[in-house]
């Protein structure tokens, strides 16, 4: 445009309201592809960490409800012992069992997970059934109670875990251990029944020891004295998978002492003392009973079958009930423990070969992703940089075209308005 012989250049831009897309489309194509790209490097991972959490959250682990299944059996006069057996339901895990019996000489001479028909679960083996092993020295017919205890509802599975060995010594100590990543929820034991080629065995404590080891102690009892028997017993440990198992403070059980009886020996024997005791371990509120166990602290046993009960009580708790005859008042006691169930996810050994199924990244902890999320944010704040240093550079480069606009003027003292525009 010239204005009295002067020549002025006008550029003409339009403006226009920009939001984000319209910044990425003045970038440019290339540039604006760029920019998105780190964008939803930015943003993807926490979409994706949110959709993650979205679609597997971290729900907690359910670890069902006790479920105690009780059934009295009647025993008739025998020597070699005889099974019952108690199943848990079809929707349920065992996690012990028991068992009741009267005072001697009906005796309780095994206890162990089994299936439904009684036979003992092997190693790694889903027990479905608690199975005792009962014995009656009286001429009479006997009733005995079976516990099987077990978890309804819940996520985990229990299986078993056996150890089998054979012991020439009159008294032995034999455990079982559960997995890594299994809970002990209780322990039992048998042993083959085959005099006199094998001695028969008294179990005098049943108990839990360490994280994950179920032991017991056992006598022989020798059927005949000039044979020398062997004992050939297994120990069992019952674990599950999916929840921790604290063992409650131990509970002393102290037996106590009654009036010598006297009347049925003769004069050659020495008059026995009955002893009896009776205690239970509970667990917390917020926790759910399994099994439980006992183990003889001070003295020895009132008879190689003294324990009379061992099982879960109706009002709560692990319950053990001593019974028998002593040949005098020593101190007797038993240390009684409860196996208290919670929730609690165990996690796996890492496996290199395992491909992961979603967005479940155990290294990214909160910090991890918080240090992810500002180096990605670094790294689009300098690419956006970059970019825009480049658009600089190039908008120098740029020739906008011009307009030329030539205005010719006649001035007159009379007439001011004859102004003739020439384009």
Same mark, same amino acid.
């Given at each position: ?44 991972? #926490?979409? $994706? ?14 670890? @069902? ?31 012990? @069992? ?50 099987? /205890?077990? $978890? ?10 056996v150890v089998t060995e054979t012991h020439l010594e009159n008294a032995f100590t034999m455990s079982a251990d559960c997995p ?49 028997? @062997? ?17 409650? !403070? ?14 049925t020996f003769n004069q050659f024997a020495a008059c026995l003392v009955p002893r009896n005791g009776v205690q239970s371990a ?18 020895? $046993? ?41 929730? /609690? ?20 902890? @909160? ?7 500002? #180096? $990605? ?10 970019? #825009? ?13 011009? !307009? ?20």
């Amino acid at each position: 445009m010239s204005f009295g012989g002067q020549r002025v250049h006008v550029r003409c831009v339009t403006l226009r309201p920009m939001g984000i897309f319209g910044r990425l489309d003045w970038l440019g194509g290339s540039h604006a592809r760029r920019l998105r790209a780190v964008v939803a490097l930015v943003l993807g991972p #926490l979409a $994706l960490v949110g959709a993650a959490g979205a679609a597997d959250p971290a729900a907690p682990f359910e670890l @069902g409800r006790s479920s105690v299944h009780r059934q009295n059996f009647e025993v008739r006069p025998t020597a070699e012992p005889v099974l019952f057996t108690v199943e848990c339901a079809p929707d349920e895990q065992l996690v012990s @069992g028991g068992y009741i019996v009267p005072n001697q000489p009906v005796s309780a001479v095994f206890s162990y997970p089994s299936d439904a028909k009684g036979t003992p679960a092997r190693s790694g083996e889903q027990p479905r059934a608690w199975t005792i092993g009962v014995t009656n020295a009286t001429k009479t017919t006997q009733v005995i109670q079976v516990v099987a /205890a077990c $978890l309804a509802g819940g996520d985990g599975q229990s299986s078993v875990q056996v150890v089998t060995e054979t012991h020439l010594e009159n008294a032995f100590t034999m455990s079982a251990d559960c997995p890594d990543t299994t809970a002990r929820s209780g322990g039992g034991y048998s042993w083959e029944y085959a005099p006199p080629k094998l001695a028969t065995l008294a179990v005098s404590g049943s108990y839990p020891q360490g994280d994950r080891r179920w032991s017991i102690d056992a006598t022989t009892v020798q059927g005949d004295p000039n044979a020398k028997a @062997g004992a050939f017993a297994s120990a069992y440990a019952v674990c599950l998978s999916g929840v921790a198992a604290v063992p409650s !403070l131990p509970v002393r059980l102290d037996v106590l002492s009654g009036q010598p009886d006297c009347s049925t020996f003769n004069q050659f024997a020495a008059c026995l003392v009955p002893r009896n005791g009776v205690q239970s371990a509970r667990c917390a509120t917020d926790q759910v009973l399994g099994g439980g166990g006992h183990h003889v602290t001070v003295g020895t $046993l009132p008879g190689p079958y003294a324990v009379r009960a061992a099982a879960p009580a109706r009002e709560g708790g692990w319950t053990i009930v001593v019974g028998g005859f002593s040949p005098n008042p020593d101190p007797i006691s038993l240390d009684v423990t409860a196996l208290c169930l919670a929730a /609690a996810v165990v996690t796996p050994p890492p496996d290199d070969r395992a491909v992961p199924a979603s967005w479940d990244w155990p290294m990214l902890t @909160g910090v991890g992703l918080l240090v992810l999320v500002l #180096l $990605l944010l670094l790294a689009s704040l300098l690419a956006l940089r970059q970019t #825009l240093r480049r658009q600089r550079v190039r908008d120098r480069q740029v020739q906008l075209p011009q !307009l030329e606009v030539v205005v010719r003027a006649t001035r007159s003292a009379y007439r001011h308005n004859e102004i003739r525009e020439v384009l």
